[in-house]
């Protein structure tokens, strides 16, 4: 069973406007669609965000377990079962395990290790869009599957370039910081890497999702102004 502060159901208020600014253009819908289906996607968003906070303040991963559990049976109630969210909240738990195992604790770690678990980091937005398209009965598009996570890998390392500081205080994660406690001999642009993938995966796609895509690119750029932390 779900259990939801009132935090974590502001605190989603920031990944679920994301979510309908750069996605729902995709599927011809108004961002404001996102009240009409506001209970599965707000309720699974300020889920999510709950069991982060409860492994930034210590659970380990049996309680992870549980509430990806929890999550899986509530988008089933909710919203029908969608055989694909199961290899995300898989991933999930992967992410949680190296959050708590590396980040958390002093378990040593690669660089492979680091940019798998940037891989299984964005799994929210990948659950959310899977029951966004279970609500509108659309068939997924696996070509624009692998764009957005490819985009959602680059989002969460510009989200971390702006709270390096905070999360080195906190030792909470961030792809920066984790970065340099490697101490490699070379420095490493990992954004570079995913631009190419991200090149390579927009090839991929037919015209029609290719312009939907450089529209979400450039929605991204304006949210990004609109953030007070690039100011």
């Known amino acids: 069973m779900l259990s939801l502060s009132s935090l974590a159901v502001e605190k989603s208020g920031r990944v679920l406007g994301a979510f309908s600014a750069l996605y729902f253009h995709h599927y011809d819908l108004h961002p404001l669609a996102l009240f009409k289906h506001y209970r599965p996607l707000g309720v699974v968003s300020a889920a999510i965000y709950e069991l982060d906070e409860a492994v930034e303040r210590g659970a380990g991963l049996e309680e992870c377990q549980c509430g990806l559990e929890n999550i899986a049976a509530y988008i089933k109630a909710s919203s029908g079962h969608i055989p694909a969210i199961y290899a995300h909240l898989t991933d999930a738990y992967s992410y949680y395990r190296f ?28 659950v ?38 905070e999360d080195r205080r906190k030792r909470t994660m961030n792809t920066f910081c984790l970065l340099s406690r490697l101490q490699l001999p070379v420095d490493v642009d990992l954004c570079a890497e995913l631009r190419t993938q991200l090149a390579e995966a927009f090839s991929a796609l037919d015209s029609k999702a290719q312009i939907a895509c450089r529209n979400t690119e450039a929605i991204y750029k304006l949210l990004c102004k609109a953030d007070s932390r690039h100011v």
């Open 99 to 126: 959050e708590i195992n590396c980040v958390c604790g002093d378990q040593l770690y690669s660089l492979e290790d680091l940019k798998l678990a940037l891989s299984w980091r964005s799994f929210d937005f990948r």
């Open 128 to 165: 959310l869009h899977l029951v966004l398209l279970q609500i509108l009965g659309s068939t997924p598009d696996e070509r624009l599957l692998a764009w957005f996570h490819v985009f959602e890998m680059l989002m969460e390392i510009q989200d971390d370039k702006l709270s390096e500081d």
